[in-house]
């Protein structure tokens, strides 16, 4: 079915279009990605769990030719012990300042498990380069790390990788998403929460999204925030990194993604301030040493490429708009659709 505000108005609150049977334009479908179902996934209980089905993902993968996404945090951190000697690859963003000290840390865990550290360059025209391709391979517009992931994957394929791993999942199946996981949510607070952008702010023709959060709607104006993190923030995340992946023709591998947490998260020490607790002890195993560090998004420097930018300017799209009151993430967004749109009606 072609509903072209439905799909923007979906984009702009999630980051994705939600409805599989719902596209921008005739002919364009675009791509759905689901998780690992629960039974397939190794259940883990303990820190010693985790080592081990981590160590047993990479001994049956011992004959590629693979490579990290090696970023400052945990996650990759952890996956670099189980990759000595092999190749991986670091975003280093041109002004030379954005996320130094990440970068920083990146390269200490390189060094202590003797990874060949690559550098993946990124500024403005090379995002600008690789950004019509992922969103021509997504049928839709895209995450603002897509294209960077393309271009990293790319980069390692020039170089004869053939199997690149990343860490993504960690987040998702050990409690890394505190501030979602923060307190026992209403529903109409988490909706505005979580919405990126509320569509009839920039849109002319607005589609409410309220339908999605209504199907997480529990007694006294509750909503199941778990279940909803389950269903919809793993999906978006994880489609990120499937289609940049899929764009690029590079075969990846997440081992989190394959772990199922058999015991229910303890939302206690999340918001005492232990989120992914586990995963912080098994850092600390593997890097006794270094202090753990704190969780950082993918970097990205949307606020620097937007800083001048005027906003939308299709008519699709208010007016009215004083684009300065977004961050960079929303302009992002904003930005991202119009050049979708302009890419399909050409």
């Known amino acids: 079915m072609i509903d072209k505000n439905y799909c923007a108005s979906s984009y702009l609150v999630l980051r994705y279009v939600e409805d599989p049977n719902k596209e921008f334009y005739e002919g364009l479908h675009h791509q759905v990605f689901k998780q690992m179902p629960v039974e397939e996934r190794t259940h883990v209980h303990t820190v010693q769990d985790i080592d081990k089905a981590i160590q047993q993902t990479f001994d049956k993968i011992n004959d590629k030719k693979k490579s990290l996404l090696l970023s400052g945090g945990m996650d990759s951190a952890i996956l670099a012990s189980y990759m000595t000697g092999c190749d991986a690859y670091t975003f280093r963003f041109l002004n030379g300042t954005f996320q130094s000290e990440e970068l920083h840390r990146a390269e200490k865990y390189a060094q202590k498990y003797k990874l060949n550290l690559h550098y993946v360059d990124i500024n403005w025209d090379i995002i600008d380069r690789c950004l019509d391709e992922v969103m021509s391979v997504k049928g839709a517009p895209v995450h603002s790390i897509e294209p960077q992931i393309f271009q990293a994957a790319k980069q390692a394929e020039q170089d004869g990788v053939s199997l690149m791993i990343i860490g993504d999942g960690s987040d998702y199946v050990f409690g890394g998403m505190d501030k979602l996981l923060s307190k026992d949510w209403n529903i109409d607070d988490f909706e505005k ?3 990126y952008i509320t569509p009839s702010e920039v849109l002319r023709e607005p589609v409410p999204m309220t339908y999605l959060f209504e199907r997480y709607r529990l ?3 509750k909503i199941d925030f778990l279940q909803f993190f389950q269903d919809i923030t793993i999906d978006e995340s994880y489609a990120s990194y499937q289609n940049a992946f899929k764009a690029a023709g590079m075969p990846y591998l ?3 993604a394959s772990l199922y947490l058999a015991e229910p998260l303890d939302l206690n020490r999340i918001r005492n301030g ?4 586990l995963i912080r002890q098994l850092f600390s195993i593997k890097y006794p040493d270094l202090p753990v560090p704190e969780k950082v998004p993918m970097p990205r ?5 937007f ?3 005027k906003g939308p300017k299709r008519p699709e799209f208010l007016s009215n708009i004083d684009v300065s009151r977004f ?7 904003l930005y991202c659709l119009e050049r979708f749109l302009n890419l399909h009606e050409k």
């Open 193 to 195: 929460r979580y919405t």
């Open 219 to 221: 007694p006294g104006n």
């Open 254 to 256: 997440d081992p989190y």
């Open 274 to 277: 232990e989120s992914k607790y």
């Open 301 to 305: 420097p949307v606020d620097n490429y």
């Open 307 to 309: 800083a001048d930018w």
């Open 327 to 333: 961050n960079g993430n929303q302009k992002w967004l």
